[in-house]
DNA sequence: CTCGTTATGTTATTTTATAACATTTCAATC
DNA sequence: GATTGAAATGTTATAAAATAACATAACGAG
């Protein structure tokens, strides 16, 4: 353990438009079969293929979004007639919840990759309302802050989620523009 | 049942359970009809009702659920035969969130009444699992870290959802027990 | 192989939210 | 006090998000 992930400096943070996407959803699907590994846990094609649609996207998708994706794509290796149905998604998300491969955005009803896989956290997002993207950051002023209410109330917290929705810099030079 | 444990500092505001809760609704609408009198917009009969049954219910209630309990009560005062369609509740729910009267709860699709209704922010939430209570709190060093965050990447901050989810300190006594 | 567990398929329904258009209410102006 | 344009509410229908309940298939330990 004790590796230090890279923190972004500054707006690298929705460094989205330009770059490799290929070469980070391969990485976050190499980084989950060693996690699932490591748990246990069984990253089945299906699950995967979940996983990798929504990396694919890049901004947070909602569920349909991944059904209808799945659908087109042809469920897993099933090559077979009836279309994937909601409960298919819905589990494969709740997996990949579970062991912190992705993220729910409350405030949009969508799912995200995680950025951070390997550690334990709930992610904090910063979701431009026009472009979409939602850049996952993990600032310690921000949780210290909050675990120290907590312990002043007496809340024992299981679950934290901070999003704050607005404009991203790039989006914020284009409306000046 | 257990006995009463001893209540850690800070819970007032989890103090829910045993005050009085008609007068935190009374003024509650006191300070609407107030706030809505100096930004000229019309706490009409069906806004203050809903606003009403958002605050009776003292923690996040659901728009079906406002619904339901408005077409129990009647709409407003009209007395006549169909009831209220989820339209007529959403409206007002959108009014009141416009102006500050109430908050959405976005982990748990509800609303609750805003503990702080002069003031422009956005609240945040310690939520209990277990009794469903959601305390709002309003925390500078919270909302400080956030700012900072923005800042540093160059996001302009346009709403910020701040929920906790976890057990209250009563809850966490009762589990102990 | 076999058997229990886990994963997925399938059908139906529930819950949450909004679109689109009709009607009513309000209050400002004539 | 009638006219009228805007705001609020009523009404009908549907969209979008999520889950319940039960059936089948795959998987892996023994």
Redesign the pocket.
């Known amino acids: 353990m004790a590796h230090t992930p890279p923190i972004p400096e500054g707006s690298e943070v929705f460094e989205a438009a330009g770059h490799d996407h290929d070469h980070c959803v391969d990485h976050a699907l190499q980084a989950a079969e060693t996690i699932c590994t490591r748990e246990g ?2 990253l ?1 094609p ?2 995967r293929q979940v996983l990798e649609l929504v990396w694919r996207s890049h901004e947070p998708i ?3 979004d991944v059904l209808a994706r799945l659908q087109r794509e042809g ?2 290796d ?1 090559e077979d007639g ?1 279309p ?5 998604v ?3 998300l709740d ?1 990949l919840l579970k062991y912190g491969l992705v993220h729910r955005i409350e405030s949009l ?1 969508a799912y995200v990759g995680c950025a951070h896989p390997q550690e334990d956290h709930n992610g904090q997002f910063l979701i431009c309302r026009t472009c979409g993207t939602a850049a996952e950051i993990e600032d310690d002023a921000i949780s210290a802050a909050i675990r120290d209410n907590a312990k002043r109330i007496g809340f024992a917290v299981d679950r934290v989620t901070v999003e704050v929705s607005g404009l991203c810099p790039r989006c914020r030079s284009d409306a000046h523009a």
Chains 1, 2 share one sequence.
């Open positions: 846990a069984r089945t299906l699950r909602g569920a349909y469920a897993s099933a009836r994937a149905a909601p409960p298919t819905y589990r494969a997996f009803n």
